[in-house]
């Protein structure tokens, strides 16, 4: 995506935006995977490594373990 809070085509912004958006209550990430990012026909740029996901997915984890779920916050 080109918007302000997008990875903008580099895969590095995908793990902090993913781990923020996990930390302020989001319920579900969409992330895009790929064995060979650089070789995929459409959005490699943007796209994880599967063991960078697997790397992802248990610090993603680890934070909404204890962040309520968004419909439980009382703000």
């Known amino acids: 995506g080109a918007g302000e809070l997008a990875s903008r085509g580099d895969r590095r912004g995908v793990a902090p935006l993913a781990r923020a958006a996990v ?5 579900a990430l969409f992330i895009e995977v790929h064995p060979e990012p650089d070789r995929a026909p459409c959005d490699g740029l943007c796209q994880l ?8 997915l248990t610090q993603v984890q680890a934070i909404a ?11």
């Open 23 to 27: 930390a302020v209550g989001v319920d």
């Open 49 to 56: 490594r599967v063991e960078d996901m697997d790397r992802l």
């Open 65 to 75: 373990a204890v962040v309520p779920l968004s419909g439980d916050a009382k703000i």
